[in-house]
């Protein structure tokens, strides 16, 4: 210890009578505790830690009769995580293995386990397990519906459906490929609300929709359009529809059929089809589409290999040299053009010489029908009572079989059940 310094206890402030270290002392000795050592210079440290609060863990110290040298502490042991007994929680899985079991579940189970935790609820929303779905048969669409398009679904199927209002809350595009609302029952501003913000679309299937011309506008920015149903639509006007064909030029397959249009929507229709179209329904137009519209449409579009031509009245056997034109054609459909006479088709088998299938209902007659079929012995007729262009499940698909929920060919693999 250097020279001029004082131990602690000469110190001027801890030898008065009456400071409070003095006082603790002395009353702590006149509580029966017996404090040793005061006249050392590290009593004071001593007392700080005597006095000092106790440890956390610390809960009672005391001496007891049969311990009277022995001092025991009153502690609590940390908590330790309580490990599960078979095997590994799944608590403990990574999200990527848990998204493959997930994978796995249908629908209904899906939406369940999304009540389980907050963890797995971020789990089954992700955009991975929503890649395609199908919601037929559902009843209150709007608020699934408005959910699903959340998760970034790419393949939805949602026919003859009924859907309310919506309040949509997506910001930016959605990621639909191909949507199937055939045949539904939706308000034209929910239908904008949803097609106004598709970028990506592939196939489309809006039959029988009422529509306006803000979808079709939002449909020309879609130039990866490859399959185009709307057949029985109505609502846009032909420049609309112009400026849908100009901008879509890589559809191979247009189902225009039964809209409710007039002789400029038809002229539209062959004026700006893409040429490289190879499926192309345009039945139904009985007093608008003419024998001129036809020479226009084959000259523009010489790769068709499937044309329905159906009830279109106006048409007569002067147009099947026309038609012969189309040198890939294989499936031609003339039901109820009525001024097509029977002796007009027996030379359809010189004059279109890759044709394989030809329907004919209302023309022929089932007694004449046998007579036909001898004079054409390689060419199939009235086997397609039904046209299955772009449209998404096939005409002849029966319920309960596979195609009958499928769409283009494929089906969804999330599918509600009712």
């Given amino acids: 210890m250097p020279k001029n310094s004082l131990p602690l206890q000469d110190l001027p402030c801890l030898s008065l009578q009456g400071s409070m270290l003095t006082k603790r002392v002395n009353k702590r000795k006149s509580r029966g505790f017996l404090v040793e050592g005061l006249d050392t210079e590290c009593t004071p440290t001593d007392l700080i830690q005597e006095w000092s609060p106790p440890h956390k863990h610390q809960r009672f110290i005391s001496k007891g009769k049969e311990n009277d040298c022995n001092e025991f502490v009153l502690a609590r042991r940390s908590r330790r995580k309580k490990e599960s007994t078979s095997g590994i929680s799944w608590d403990h899985l990574p999200d990527e293995l848990l998204l493959r079991i997930l994978f796995y579940l249908p629908l209904h189970d899906l939406l369940r386990m999304s009540t389980v935790c907050k963890r797995w609820h971020r789990l089954v929303f992700d955009e991975t397990l929503w890649h395609s779905v199908d919601l037929e048969g559902l009843t209150h669409m709007g608020p699934a519906l408005q959910q699903v398009l959340k998760t970034g679904v790419r393949r939805l199927r949602c026919p003859r459906s009924f859907v309310e209002e919506l309040q949509f809350t997506v910001a930016g595009s959605l990621q639909i490929a191909e949507l199937d609302m055939s045949s539904s029952i939706i308000p034209t501003s929910a239908l904008e609300s949803i097609i106004c913000r598709c970028r990506l679309l592939e196939y489309l299937s809006l039959e029988g ?210």
């Fill in 209 to 418: 929709l009422q529509l306006s011309d803000t979808i079709i506008s939002s449909l020309a920015e879609n130039p990866q359009l490859l399959q185009l149903n709307l057949s029985g639509c109505s609502g846009f006007s032909a420049p609309a529809l112009s400026e849908l064909l100009q901008s879509c030029s890589r559809i191979e397959q247009l189902n225009i059929s039964w809209c409710d249009f007039t002789n400029n929507h038809v002229k539209s229709i062959v004026n700006n089809v893409t040429p490289g179209v190879t499926h192309l329904n345009l039945s139904g137009y009985r007093e608008s589409l003419t024998l001129d519209d036809v020479k226009v449409l084959v000259e523009r579009c010489p790769n068709i290999q499937t044309l329905d031509l159906s009830d279109s009245t106006l048409l007569m056997a002067d147009c099947l040299p026309v038609l012969a034109q189309l040198k890939h054609l294989r499936h031609l459909s003339l039901s109820r053009c009525y001024h097509i006479h029977l002796a007009a088709l027996t030379d359809l088998g010189k004059t279109f010489p890759s044709l394989c299938l030809l329907d004919v209902y209302g023309l022929v007659q089932d007694s004449h029908l046998p007579a036909l079929k001898k004079e054409l012995p390689r060419i199939s007729i009235n086997s397609r009572p039904f046209s299955s262009i772009a449209r998404p499940t096939p005409a002849a698909a029966l319920p309960g079989c596979f195609g009958d929920r499928a769409m283009w060919t494929r089906q969804c693999r999330l599918r509600f059940k009712s």
